[in-house]
């Protein structure tokens, strides 16, 4: 029993190196690291287990894991806050938030309820800016009453969007393949320092959650790999595209979005390299964006430049959307 379970035991210690090696593979390259990589999150947990399991009973055992544990701090700060608490209310706050579930809320049976508390929320918590993924082109009218004393850009029927309390100085669109992917910058001007901001949505994987059965486990999980490595390949030339645009920016940065991928992944190494995760700068505790069935699943993100400070990055919990909005809190 003992050999068997020390066998386990270096498959999941394999798998973890696998899944740091993964954000150095671009997936156009191969799939394999990045099925490992978007596994991490469990293959951490199954590490965290054998590792105090055998301290209980053969603590010699527990070397491996907890070697391979430390091999992965830089990787663990992705998936973990470990910033103290900052209750201070003032900088900059700007939220991001895929309201996907909207389309669905807003247009069914019970829709006024939905909308006034989805209102009431937006106003409680008064975010200076608000990126938003995921507007659906028919409930336009629902969000000029939600967002109300916002500026907004664009005005048009595109999924991403910023509202502003400062005033916006310019503003554009970086299309993608859908009208519901694409990402929107906006430059905002605040007490006389201009910051550019950005709203994107990357290249969805179209998966469905997974089922309790067996066999379609296993079906959908190939489907899942096969499909998440199809959009992986896509959304490194939309965030290639983003890369570009921001590059050229007179005024410091800051890409907010649902990015539709994991900490452990080829895109969020390209863009951790120009800019700073604002939750591994100011973010406490696990960190989940997106509310399903795969526990620590942060594809939600929010990086900004290198001379822009974070005071505090929190995650909201609320069920108003599928994804969870995050509030980054910035001194400028």
Request: with cysteine; aromatic share 14%; proline share 4%.
């Amino acid at each position: 029993m003992t050999r068997l379970l020390f066998l386990l035991n270096n498959l999941a210690a394999v798998s973890l190196l696998l899944a740091y090696v993964s954000p150095y593979v671009d997936p156009k390259t191969t799939w394999f690291f990045s099925f490992f990589g978007l596994g991490y999150p469990f293959i951490l947990i199954a590490n965290i287990f054998f590792f105090l399991m055998w301290l209980a009973i053969k603590p010699k055992y527990a070397l491996l894991s907890g070697l391979i544990l430390l091999l992965g701090f830089n990787a663990l700060q992705k998936a973990i806050g470990f910033n103290p608490a900052d209750q201070g209310n003032e900088g900059l706050s700007i939220m991001t938030y895929n309201i996907g579930k909207t389309r669905i809320d807003f247009h069914y049976k019970g829709r006024d309820k939905k909308i006034n508390k989805f209102r009431n929320f937006i106003q409680k918590q008064q975010p200076d800016v608000i990126c938003i993924q995921e507007r659906f082109p028919r409930h336009l009218k629902y969000y000029k009453e939600i967002f109300k004393g916002y500026k907004l850009y664009p005005n048009s029927d595109i999924g991403t969007a910023i509202y502003s309390k400062y005033p916006i100085i310019k503003g554009g669109n970086i299309p993608f393949n859908t009208i519901s992917h694409n990402a929107t910058w906006a430059d905002i001007e605040v007490n006389k320092k201009k910051v550019r901001i950005y709203s994107i949505h990357l290249s969805s994987n179209h998966v469905t959650d997974l089922t309790d059965d067996i066999k379609e486990i296993f079906d959908e999980s190939k489907y899942i790999l096969r499909k998440y490595n199809e959009h992986a390949k896509v959304r490194v030339t939309q965030l290639q595209q983003i890369l570009d645009h921001a590059a050229q920016s007179p005024y410091p940065v800051i890409i907010n979005g649902d990015f539709n991928d994991v900490p452990q992944s080829y895109i969020y190494q390209m863009i951790d390299k120009e800019y700073k995760d604002a939750f591994r700068e100011g973010g406490r505790g696990l960190m989940q964006t997106y509310i399903g069935r795969f526990i620590g699943l942060r594809i939600d993100f929010s990086f900004v430049s290198e001379d822009l400070k974070v005071l505090n990055h929190d995650i909201i919990k609320t069920n108003l959307s599928d994804h969870y909005p995050l509030v980054t809190r910035l001194d400028l």
